[in-house]
């Protein structure tokens, strides 16, 4: 009870009831807003009939925006009053996933990314920032069911004031995980909306340890820069590249529920037009693929002869026989394709250099009735069997037939010979023989784009244009500003698959992009500011440090950088970040570490156990923590067990999902079955992983193994 007689819980329903009512007025004008904009969508497409080429285009701009309306009002439904503001001037303001206004245009809701919410995320009892009470708004559907406030300022609080609940943030946190990752729009702190908000050109770098919300910054930044600019985000397209297609669908549920469905999500097996690379190679041969030496060496294959290719050409002409051999055809090759030259651009040179060396040829042997050049060279044209010749000798080749080439021992030695070490050859030896039958590796995928730019592409007929406003007579339509914006933006809808303008790039784990995987995302980006965020305790990557800093700061430009560290662990209960802290340290002793904010009391557990006995201690460590936790489980194995783990454990449900330390990456589960840490941990880059592995739990973590794995041996059973 307090003083007046009221018991807290009263109070609690009260202050419920009121902010109900509000909430209740945001519903109804949802539905009135979300009928015209229905409304408006039908009017624009009766407007289809009246003809004049004008209200064409008025009627798709009206169409686009009332459509996006509508999807907007429809997307947004849930909890879409989460906060609000008493602020010491005695105005009132409330904080939602959009904005909204009443019939006169008050404000009913703030949208979370506009200026004026900006003090729901940062004010503190220390910095106010005008914030008397801040009040967090739970809900589910459209009912109000918790409240939880912060009286920042309390010498400004009016008398009456009530102040209801506490630890928002933390109830959030031991809710139970669902298959995508969630938005955390309503609790987003003080550091993460720093760097969330921070300016929009150049680079915004975001570092911090496993659990503190870099990935969570990241989607709220896209959200964010989408709303506060939408002409040049959305315009030119946000793409988000993350690093693996089980991370990609973790995360794509996110941007949607933040008011945004214009980014493009990419993995970086995904990333290049054409391919959708799930399969990984081992951490050595990963390291030599993304090497930047690898460029060079598919230099060398880009120029090289093709395996099937003919060795001479033998033509009789005119009763004589013109012949041009191996030597002279490599001659031809060398010189119509000089260092630099892009194979598939520069077709036409060849040709003509086969041309000119036959021609020459003709004349020596002095053939009869030779009919001046351009005839000798139409009439060679003409003939089938020339024309078989030239296209088997020099043909368009595809990025994928050339990295082919690489499965030959032979040809991958001449061409890495003098790049790569011996040891460097013979770690990639074998590595390319399934490509054929199963498709590129992730990391493929950047030698494929690599050998895109290195040979050219063929010359395309020109596409036709997809303008909205299309030429008529040769004179462009007069349009209005706000047409062409609208129609920009519905035409980056269909932006093709090779795209490579967007205006913002987020690179999610970017501690794992390698560098070539650096330039491969960098062609993509070279109008674009960016957003960089990982954490270089947890980089798997085994190769050159230096090398990879440079191809990152080469993709990046001369940029203005600004970096932000986070600093709190919100995934992690204390017990399980104590055991990946360990692990962390052992190798990286002096590594700043994030602080965990919730203890659940619960220690994480190890089983040893023989290799016979290994099923059935997954199995049933599985099973353990299915009936423990309501959310989602991960088992997590070493890459190469995988699939067999997977078929151990073929009978448990949906909400168990089996993945390699790698593609844990980024992934979060409540409860975790790690197999076999020890052979995760097999050298420096695979504590790192481990580390990973560690700290993917938010509330059980057992370890199951038939080897001690802590570092110093010390398991507890
Ligand atoms: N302000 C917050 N309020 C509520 N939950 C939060 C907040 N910040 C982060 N979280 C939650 O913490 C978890 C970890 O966030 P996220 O995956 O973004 O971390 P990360 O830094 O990318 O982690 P990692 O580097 O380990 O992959 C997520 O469940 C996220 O929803």
């Known amino acids: 009870m307090n003083e007046a007689g009221v018991s807290e819980t009263t109070v609690l329903q009260q202050e419920i009831a009121l902010e109900q009512e509000h ?18 969508e039908r009017e624009g497409y009766r407007m289809s009939g009246v003809g004049t080429f004008g209200s064409l285009v008025e009627r798709d701009a009206m169409v686009f925006h009332a459509a996006r309306r509508r999807h907007a009002l429809d997307a947004e439904h849930e909890g879409l009053v989460f906060g609000r503001l008493d602020r010491d001037t005695g105005a009132t303001h409330y904080v939602g996933r959009m904005g909204i206004r009443d019939e006169s245009a ?24 005008g914030v008397v009470r801040r009040r ?37 946190l031991s809710r139970a995980t669902g298959p995508g990752m969630r938005d955390i729009v309503a609790t987003i702190q003080r550091e993460q909306d720093e760097a969330i908000r921070s300016p929009a050109a150049g680079v915004t770098i975001v570092t911090g340890g496993p659990g503190t919300g870099k990935t969570a ?48 999500l990419r993995s970086l097996g995904t990333l290049v037009a054409g391919y959708r690379a799930e399969r990984v190679d081992s951490g050595p041969v990963a390291a030599v693929k993304g090497s930047l030496r690898m460029r060079r060496v598919l230099e060398r294959a880009s120029h090289d002869a093709p395996p099937d290719g003919p060795t001479e050409l033998r033509l009789l002409y005119q009763g004589s026989l013109l012949r041009l051999e191996a030597a002279e055809l490599d001659r031809i090759r060398h010189r119509a394709l000089p260092r630099g030259a892009r194979r598939n651009e520069v077709r036409g040179n060849g040709f003509d250099a086969v041309f000119d060396a036959l021609w020459a040829q003709a004349q020596r042997l002095k053939v009869r ?65 399934a490509l054929a039958d199963s498709g590129p590796t992730i990391a493929d995928v950047a030698l494929l784009d690599e050998l895109d730019e290195l040979m050219g592409r063929p010359r395309q007929p020109a596409k036709r244009n997809r303008s909205p406003f299309h030429v008529r007579d040769g004179v462009h339509e007069v349009s209005t500003y706000a047409d062409r914006q609208a129609a920009a933006r519905a035409q980056q ?111 994480p557990l190890d089983v040893v156990t023989d290799a016979a006995s290994l099923p059935d201690a997954i199995r049933e460590a599985a ?41 844990a990456k980024g992934m979060e589960y409540d409860a975790v079955v790690l197999v076999e840490p020890a052979e995760i941990a097999v050298d420096r880059a695979g504590v790192r992983t481990l580390y990973v592995a560690l700290s993917r739990a938010t509330q059980r973590l057992t370890c199951v193994g038939t080897h001690d794995w802590r570092p110093g041996g010390a398991s507890a059973g």
């Open 23 to 40: 909430v209740d007025r945001v519903y109804t004008r949802l539905a009135e807003l979300r009928r015209d904009a229905s409304r408006a």
């Open 106 to 129: 008050q404000p009913l809701v703030v949208d979370w990314r506009a200026p004026a919410a900006a003090a729901f995320y940062r004010a503190t009892p220390a910095e106010p920032l």
């Open 136 to 172: 967090m708004i739970q809900s589910r559907r459209e009912r109000v069911t918790g409240i939880s406030d912060d009286l920042l300022d309390p010498e400004a609080a009016p008398p009456g004031m009530r102040v209801v609940g506490d630890g928002a943030l933390l109830a959030g």
């Open 217 to 264: 910054v990241a989607l709220h930044r896209a959200a964010y820069l989408l709303y506060s600019d939408r002409n040049r985000f959305a315009g030119g397209g946000v793409l988000v590249v993350g690093p693996s297609g089980v991370f990609v669908d973790y995360i794509s549920t996110v941007l949607p529920s933040l008011g945004e469905d214009t980014a493009t």
């Open 369 to 433: 009735n030779l009919p001046e050049k351009p005839e000798f060279e139409s009439e060679l044209a003409d003939r089938g069997d020339f024309r078989a010749f030239l296209k088997a000798w020099w043909p368009r080749l595809t990025p994928m037939r050339v990295l082919r080439w690489l499965a030959t021992p032979e040809r991958l030695r001449a061409y890495a010979n003098g790049i790569l070490s011996r040891d460097e050859i013979a770690t990639l030896q074998g590595s390319f023989d």
């Open 493 to 603: 809808v269909q932006r093709d698959d090779d795209y490579r303008e967007y205006a913002h790039v987020v690179v999610d784990e970017a501690q794992d992009v390698s560098p070539l995987q650096w330039r491969m995302i960098g062609r993509r980006g070279q109008y674009a500011s960016w957003t960089i965020v990982g954490d270089p305790a947890q980089t798997a990557w085994p190769g050159d440090q230096a090398e990879l800093d440079r191809a990152r700061d080469r993709a990046l430009g001369s940029r203005r950088r600004h970096t932000f560290a986070l600093t709190t662990n919100y995934r992690n209960s204390a017990e399980i970040f104590a055991v990946a802290a360990s692990v962390i340290r052992s190798v990286m002793p002096d590594l700043p570490l994030p602080a965990a904010v919730r203890s659940t009391g619960v220690d």
């Open 623 to 663: 099973q353990k923590q299915l009936a423990e936790v309501a959310g989602t489980v991960g088992v997590i194995t070493p890459a190469e067990r995988r699939a067999e783990v997977a078929g151990w454990l073929a009978e448990l449900p949906g909400r168990l999902q089996v993945v390699s330390a790698l593609q």
